[in-house]
Each structure stands twice: as C-alpha cells, then as structure tokens.
C-alpha cells in the first residue's frame, strides 16, 4: 500500500530533541484527527524509541537518529525510528519488560510501552549494525464514534 | 521542568509540572534526592496535576525516588495523575507498588 503523505526527518542524538521529535509527529498524525487519547500514545511510542536511541545507540558519541512517519489511507499511522548505532545483540532480551541496561536511570520498559502504545512494533537490529523500529498505530475514524 | 516543593510535620509535597522525559528526568532525580536528604519526610506527596507528558523515563525517576524515600523511613505517594502519564504508569504496573491516585477524566 502506497502512503499518502509521508515526512522524513533527520536530527542529532541529543536529549533536547526527545521533545521535537514526538510533537513533530503530533504535529504530523494531527491530519488523521486522532483523539487526545491516540495522540498521547503517539508521542509517548516516538518517545521510547527516540530515547533509545539517545541513551543506547550512541552511548558516548552524538549520532544521527531518523524519524520517518507515514500516513496511509485505511487511517493507519506508521512511525519509523532508526539509528546507525551499537545496535542490539539480542532483541528478544531488550524486549523483555524491565529489562535495562541502562542502570537505576532507566525502567526497562521502554519497549513494553510502545508494544502496549500501538498496535503493531518491529524491531530490526544486531549488533554494530545501528536499529530500526517501525510501529503502527491505527487512528479511529471519526464517524465511527460516539 | 518546574518544581514547587512545600513542607509541614515532615510532610513534604512535591509539584511537578510539564514534560517527563529522559530530558528532564536527571535534573529532577537531583532535586527530589536534595529534597528528601534535607527534609527527611514521613510522607513523600509527589502532585501531577500539571504534568502534560511523561514516558518510561518516569517510571524510573519515581522507582528510585520512592526508594530512596524508603531508605529514610518515609512513606511515598502519587496524586492527581492525568490521563497520559496515568496510562505509562498503569502499563507499568507500578500502581501495585505505589500508592497512585489517578485523576477522574
């Protein structure tokens, strides 16, 4: 399926940018009128997967982190987040909830949320080979509510 | 990210406002650790009301907070949290370990 519109956007792993990046994709998913409710899940979703990014992928460097949302016609949402990272040796542990190894800092549930946030997550990885993770949220059509 | 923190009979209450984020969360993890090292509380009321975002960041900023307040004999607990941060909290679990009021919306 063809989307039809879509928005790419590249920026530095800084933790400033935590913030731009989920209201840039609010900002964005705000064309598929979607409640408070799926705009929170939205941003919370780009949230994890930026900060994953920023706090795993590029431990002590700055790194370059894309964000790609794409809209489609069934009202789906689909957000990808990729890295050039350390990448994940082992995705199935990373998924596991409350696993971190990000210290006392971090819950480990990162991953748990944006299974929980969207309807479809998938994580592609290995490791020295960065990260990339697509998730898709469908968006409720307005007439189909109350 | 503001925070506005008053104290009475070792009762200290603590009120965040705007966005939870990994952004934020060192600096808030810092003050609230200044705050119970100075105060020592009984009781430990962090209030969410004026917090309009927050991800799994939290979760850990308030795991260790209430920790610590653990390790000074104190008890903690969480009011007046809104729909979104409700939501990350309560996919967490941590209402199981955290007394969490969450706000009726």
């Known amino acids: 399926m063809k989307p039809t ?5 590249e920026f530095e792993s800084r933790s400033a940018n935590e913030g731009f990046a989920r209201a840039s ?4 998913a705000a064309q598929l009128d979607p409640t408070l409710e799926e705009l929170g899940d939205i941003k919370t979703a780009v949230s994890e997967a930026v900060t994953n990014c920023i706090v795993h992928a590029y ?6 982190v894309m964000l790609r949302l794409r809209l489609f016609a069934d009202n789906t949402l689909e957000i990808a987040v ?6 994940i040796a082992d995705v199935e542990q990373a998924r596991q909830p409350m696993y971190t190894t990000g210290g006392s800092e971090r819950s480990g549930m990162g991953f748990t949320i944006m299974e929980s946030f969207t309807d479809q997550c ?23 509510r109350k | 990210m503001p925070m506005i923190c008053t104290a009475e009979n070792r009762t200290l209450t603590v009120r965040l406002a705007g966005e939870i984020d ?9 003050e609230l650790d200044r705050e119970i090292e100075r105060r020592f509380p009984k009781l430990l009321i962090l209030d969410f009301a004026s917090v309009s975002f927050m991800d799994s960041s939290g979760i850990a900023l308030l795991l260790r907070t209430w920790r610590r307040t653990q390790e000074v004999s104190g008890a903690m607990k969480v009011i007046h949290v809104p729909k979104q941060p409700g939501k990350v909290l309560k996919a967490a679990n941590l209402h199981r370990m955290i007394p969490i009021t969450f706000e009726e919306l």
């Open chain 1, 5 to 9: 519109n879509q928005v790419k956007m």
């Open chain 2, 22 to 30: 990994h952004h934020a969360a060192r600096q808030l993890m810092m």
């Open chain 1, 59 to 64: 431990p002590d460097t700055i790194g370059r």
């Open chain 1, 25 to 28: 994709a609010a900002c964005f």
């Open chain 1, 122 to 144: 998938r994580v592609k990885s290995g490791s020295g080979k960065g990260t990339t993770i697509v998730m898709r949220k469908k968006i409720s059509m307005r007439t189909a």
């Open chain 1, 82 to 87: 990729r890295d050039w990272g350390v990448g």
